[in-house]
């Protein structure tokens, strides 16, 4: 009963380094978001995607890219890391039921720190 | 303006009152409403939908105002247990997205 599952858990990248997080879900939902948490400030949408091949930006995208290629995987890359990119990143996702939308389940988030 | 806005607290509550706090939506047309919670910066987790007449679940109870725009949650017999960040979630739906906006978050602070 996997759930939403997000690889890895932490990571410490240099400055300038590239990466990507992978967020995996199993319980075949069509929407899934990126966003992150940094200290004293709540949940801040990155992108988000309603489908298979469909991506939007949210809140705060520069910085990063996103991909889902496949409808049970979305990926958030970083091609030049920068220090502000610190922060914990949590992936999630939910479906649509009736006019409107179930709750969002959420991985158990990546501990990014950017040096 | 904030999408949706949320009292950060804290909420310094003694264990056994009862702490109630809101929170504020911008988007009239959003269509689903809920309480998460969040511990130490862990996943949040759902704690409750909203629905349009009210819900009970145990010693916590929603509401939604939809001609005020704002959602509450009320936690009564408080316990130490209830110590957390409870965040506000607004289905914020504009054309055929759905994004769910989440608020920055209130803080409960249950004491002994």
């Known amino acids: 009963n996997a759930g939403v599952t997000q690889t890895p858990k932490f990571r410490v990248l240099k400055t300038g380094q590239s990466m990507t997080l992978l967020c995996a879900q199993d319980?075949?939902?069509?929407?899934m978001y990126w966003y992150r948490q940094d200290p004293g400030m709540g949940l801040r949408l990155i992108h988000y995607?309603?489908?298979?091949?469909?991506?939007a930006k949210g809140e705060v995208p520069d910085g990063y890219n996103v991909s889902r290629l496949k409808k049970q995987n979305f990926l958030l890359g970083l091609e030049s890391a920068a220090p502000s990119q610190t922060s914990v990143y949590f992936c999630?996702?939910?479906?649509?039921?009736?006019?409107?939308?179930?709750?969002?389940?959420f991985g158990q988030g990546t501990r990014l720190t950017v040096v | 303006r904030k999408e949706v806005e949320q009292d950060p607290g804290p909420f310094n509550v003694p264990e056994g009152a009862t702490v109630a706090f809101n929170c504020t939506y911008s988007?009239?047309?959003?269509?689903?409403f809920f309480w998460y919670r969040q511990d130490c910066r862990k996943e949040p987790k759902l704690l409750m939908s909203?629905?349009?007449s009210g819900n009970e679940d145990g010693r916590f109870t929603a509401q939604l105002n939809r001609a005020s725009q704002y959602i509450s949650l009320l936690i009564r017999d408080s316990k130490l247990s209830d110590s957390a960040t409870y965040l506000c979630?607004?289905?914020?739906?504009?054309?055929?997205?759905?994004?769910?906006?989440f608020g920055a978050g209130t803080q409960v602070v249950v004491t002994p």
């Open positions: 999630a996702s939910s479906y649509a039921r009736g006019r409107g939308y179930t709750e969002a389940f």
């Open positions: 319980m075949n939902h069509e929407y």
């Open positions: 995607s309603v489908g298979e091949g469909t991506t």
């Open positions: 988007n009239s047309a959003s269509q689903s």
């Open positions: 909203v629905y349009s």
């Open positions: 979630v607004v289905n914020m739906k504009r054309d055929s997205w759905g994004k769910l906006q």
